[in-house]
């Protein structure tokens, strides 16, 4: 194992390789920072560059983009509330209550240093585990991968402050999920006609909408910069240092939130969204004093970002050994890959070993760089939160509003992002979580395919859930979840008597 | 892409250069130029898939075939089994710069059945044939079946498929019909969102048969997770595996999913004319072919004429089996 | 700075208007064929039995808080409210009239100055400068044809 290792460290350190490392993770920052562009863009436009380059030097270069994106938009995320793709929106939850409080840089300190963190610590259980990588893949059939949603959607809303509320949301988020063409029954489903719904709502407008126009029109209507000045009118920006101790502080919270990445990530279909999702519901179940979660906690900044760049890891499993891709840019890179000849497949685990030490090393370096860059910048990134918000306003709205249209090329998409981004400010002035909302949303399609195949799988007879193993376990893992909040309120009065 | 080419492309990258220019192809002295346009080909899958593949790997020689300096933007419109994509290139402007991949005969279906669509296939400008790949009769190498014997013998069959208004459910209800199953009512277990998911759905075990295009499949029976009982085609190109016809069902011998490009209806024949003069020469390109061989790609280049009476063909194949081809789980 | 206002009024109508919804959904989804339906149709008697719970809840503590008195300056906060989702409403509207590249200037313009309080140059300014920005990024780096819009476009 160590030799094929050596060799793609040498090849990785060559100048021109590096020099493609270097532009991967420069586009990757970019692209993840606006929301809308993303990864896949990024890999699809630079896609066509790699023609003309080895199959190891196009892996660099896709490499980079991947390990830096997730970095990029948690930066947005945590300063505009405005997650660059779709698995920073967990890091909003804390990350921009914390840069309301002036903590910007605390935030982004932390945030950087668990992605980098959650990388390593997922390529590492990457290694271990590609021996068994495949039967992990196939412990998870249509059951299994229904009950995974619904322990998805159950632990996140126990996590919330109004259960209630949000079991609503999530409701209706599952309903929006319906929207569109339903290939397996084979109508289409409440589109009120619109021929553009035929192809259901899409995540990123929808994500632009809710957070970041229903933040700038929250800002709107209470005016001032994001972040307050201290008395004196000096712009504070807390150390980036403070955030890098913060993560080493919490070394529960880093690992339990790379090891849910790299799992989740492995599970094909479910996507990095649900992964960082899950681990800051899990962090914020299960830590001590949690009550600060959701009003900026570090701890909710620190679990999502670890698993945001650990599901990098877990995702080149199903790509690689059977060529399913577990997110969008795993789709697209898998296109790259065929293009090079690199046929993604049972055996190219074994067949290809240097390929994808090389992946791993390209990952894991712009991991690396891409971290420190934000590192080093903080504290200039951070002060875009004190500008005036009568100037970030109609900034930040009509980047997102391109951004959205730049997705497919449609006006739709621009109109369904105006549309989320009132029922969001709707939502914040009314209470009610976005959170359970987005997830159910992405988990939408994933519950009902699965749902609808388990039960022609099991001729309509639904106690097949309990009968298939995996299926069960997740069954009971959700029982769990709901009795957390009830064990921690029991042993609270207890405490208290 | 030439080193050239690629030099310039990352050149407009880094400094941001002139706009180009977004004029529809000159045609004012007669002669057909695309230099400096965007030609934009619609697929209606996501992206990873091969429809999207097949794309991906053709653009570059295309483009150079068509003009200097062209740009083709490969567009992904995934949705309503592909009826959104169809759509859009049925509405575009008949100019050049829309085209699109078809998945045939899947796409034929709809309208067969009388499904409201808002296309008709026969009407599009068919550029050309990329791919034609053949279908094969997997099960599980862990299963007992072993032969078509076996399958027809079966007594609960669970075929395994993407969803309704795929080229690959079609084919199975088909050979359904024509072997005569033991199992008078088998279970169609549609809705897995691409092939690979299929195949590994059948390797855990989700049901016991599934048909997909050989290319795919080909390297789960390398690897020893799954069996092929019988392939479609003229002569099977896996050791071993005998064909549908030497089995004695000459009439599942056409089971393939074709790709191929077309525009809108409508196109000037001096225009669809470039366009197929410049497709024949890419697809029969040494580069192409080099980097086809690489990507997994099963060439069958069919010109423009040829491949509307492909088209046609299907309509009337398919048309026979109408009664079989309603969606199994939708009663 | 967490000032967040909410009549009395907000909890028991978006829960009333959710409950319209689910009821809505339900009964569209009955619509449909068995398997298209088959989720929907749970998931909609879910979501109504949820809806009702939270509307009646709402409605509960209504009744409880009849005595309460009106909030102070809830009246303007509205107003704000309202004025926010007409900009954007009119940024949707140019966009779809003029296209990206006229809309953007003129949002930002007329946001700067009436909204921002700048001055008449700095807004100009500010505005072509973002609009520069726009099409340097999404036009020429990465070639998208930004919409034209109705007036330009078609």
């Excluded at chain 3, 009964?27 to 749970?42: E, I, K, M, Q």
Aim: charged share 15%; glycine share 12%.
């Amino acid at each position: 194992m160590l030799e094929p290792l050596l060799a793609a460290a040498a090849y990785l350190g060559q100048g021109v390789n590096l020099a493609y490392l270097a532009l991967g993770v420069f586009v990757g920052i970019a692209f993840g920072s606006i929301p809308g562009l993303g990864g896949a863009t990024a890999i699809a436009l630079l896609l066509p560059l790699t023609f003309g380059m080895e199959a190891d030097q196009a892996i660099i270069l896709m490499g980079g983009i991947m390990g830096a994106v997730s970095i990029g938009g948690s930066v947005s995320a945590i300063l505009l509330n405005t997650p660059g793709t779709a698995p920073n929106a967990a890091t909003c939850i804390d990350g921009y209550p914390l840069t309301r409080q002036g903590k910007a840089g605390l935030a982004i300190g932390a945030a950087a240093t668990s992605s980098s963190i959650g990388g390593v610590l997922s390529l590492a259980i990457l290694v271990l585990v590609l021996p068994v990588a495949k039967q992990i893949v196939l412990l998870f059939g249509p059951p299994a991968f229904f009950m995974l949603a619904v322990l998805g959607l159950t632990s996140l809303t126990v996590a919330g402050r109004n259960m209630l509320r949000g079991l609503v949301a999530a409701c209706f988020g599952l309903v929006v999920g319906f929207v569109g063409y339903d290939d397996i029954g084979g109508t289409t489903r409440y589109t009120g006609g619109i021929d553009f719904l035929w192809d259901g709502v899409s995540i990123v407008p929808l994500l632009i909408g809710l957070f970041a126009i229903a933040e700038m029109l929250n800002l709107y209507a209470a005016g001032g910069p994001i972040s307050a000045r201290d008395e004196a009118g000096e712009v504070r920006v807390v150390g980036t240092g403070e955030g890098i101790r913060a993560v080493f502080r919490n070394p529960r919270t880093l690992v339990s939130g790379s090891a849910i990445g790299t799992l989740i990530g492995m599970i094909p279909g479910v996507g990095g969204t649900v992964a960082s999702f899950l681990s800051y519901s899990f962090a914020a179940q299960t830590s001590r004093d949690n009550e600060n979660f959701g009003s900026g906690d570090i701890r909710g900044v620190i679990a999502p970002e670890a698993a945001n760049n650990a599901k990098d890891g877990g995702a080149l499993i199903p790509t690689l050994a059977f060529g399913i891709p577990g997110s969008a840019e795993m789709a697209i890179f898998l296109g790259v890959l065929v293009l090079h000849g690199i046929d993604p497949g049972p055996m190219l685990l074994i067949e290809r070993e240097a390929t994808i030490f090389m992946l791993i090393l390209a990952l894991l370096a712009a991991t690396l760089i891409s971290g420190s860059l934000v590192l080093f910048t903080a504290r200039y990134l951070a002060k875009i939160a004190h500008v005036d918000s009568m100037l970030l306003i109609p900034a930040v709205i009509t980047v997102s509003l391109v951004g959205a249209y730049a997705l497919h090329n449609t006006l739709g998409d621009v109109v369904v992002a105006v549309f989320f981004g009132v029922l969001g400010f709707v939502m914040i002035r009314a209470d009610y979580p976005r959170i359970t909302l987005v997830i159910a949303f992405v988990l939408s399609g994933l519950m009902e395919r699965n749902f609808n195949l388990s039960m022609t799988m099991f001729e309509g007879d639904w106690t097949g859930f309990f009968t298939n193993r995996t299926s069960l376990i997740l069954f009971l893992l959700t029982l769990v979840a709901l009795a957390v909040p009830a064990v921690q309120r029991l042993r609270a009065r207890r405490n208290a008597s | 892409m030439t080193w050239r080419q690629q030099g310039r492309r990352l050149c407009r990258w880094l400094l941001l250069l002139l706009p180009l220019a977004g004029c529809a192809p000159g045609e004012d002295d007669g002669t057909i130029s695309f230099d400096n346009e965007t030609v934009t080909i619609v697929i209606p899958y996501r992206p990873g898939g091969g429809f999207d593949r097949a794309v991906r790997a053709f653009a570059p020689y295309y483009a150079r075939e068509l003009g200097t300096d062209v740009n083709i933007l490969p567009e992904n419109l995934p949705g309503a089994g592909g009826r959104r994509a169809a759509t859009k290139v049925y509405r575009a402007r008949p100019d050049g710069t829309t085209l699109g991949i078809f998945n045939l005969p899947g796409f034929v279906l709809p309208e067969i059945l009388g499904e409201p669509v808002d296309y008709d296939l026969r009407e599009l400008s068919w550029i050309g044939r990329i791919e034609s790949q053949r279908y094969v009769l997997l099960a599980a190498a862990t299963s007992d079946i072993r032969t078509l014997d076996d399958v027809r013998a079966l007594p609960e069959v669970t075929f395994l498929s993407t969803g309704y208004g795929s080229s690959v459910l079609a084919a199975m209800q088909i050979m359904a019909e024509e072997l005569g199953l033991a199992d008078p009512d088998p279970i169609y277990l549609t809705g897995y969102p691409g092939t690979a998911d299929v195949l590994v759905g059948l390797v855990r075990g989700d049901g016991n048969l599934s048909i997909t295009p050989v290319s795919t499949a080909l390297k789960y029976v390398e690897s020893g997770d799954l069996r092929a009982i019988a392939i479609a085609g003229g002569d099977s190109n896996i050791e071993g595996v005998p064909t549908f016809a030497e089995l004695g069902y000459p009439g599942l011998m056409a089971l393939d999913v074709q790709r191929s490009l077309a525009g809108p209806p409508a196109m000037e024949p001096g225009l669809l004319e470039f366009m197929r003069a410049a497709f024949m020469r890419a697809v029969t390109d040494p580069e192409f072919e080099a980097m086809a061989a690489r990507a997994r790609l099963e060439l069958a280049p069919l010109d423009g004429a040829a491949t509307a009476a492909a088209v046609s063909g299907h309509y009337t194949f398919y048309e026979a089996f109408k009664t079989n081809l309603t969606n199994p789980n939708a009663r | 700075m967490n000032r967040r206002w909410t009549s009395r009024w907000s909890g028991p109508v978006s829960a009333l208007v959710l409950t319209f919804v689910a009821a809505l959904t339900l009964w569209t989804a009955y619509g449909y064929n068995r398997l298209s339906g088959l989720f929907p149709v749970f998931i909609g008697w879910v979501f109504l039995a949820l809806a009702l719970a939270e509307a009646v809840r709402e409605l509960r503590r209504l009744a409880g808080s009849e005595r309460a008195g009106p909030v102070d300056g809830a009246k303007a906060a509205v107003l704000r409210e309202v004025t926010g989702v007409a900009w954007l409403s009119g940024f949707l509207l140019l966009i779809w009239l003029g296209g990206f590249l006229l809309a953007t200037p003129l949002f930002m313009f007329a946001f700067l100055r009436f909204a921002g309080g700048r001055s008449i140059a700095a807004a100009a300014a500010v505005a072509l400068g973002a609009t520069a920005i726009v099409y340097g990024v999404f036009a020429v780096l990465l070639e998208y044809r930004l919409y034209a819009g109705l007036v330009f476009g078609a």
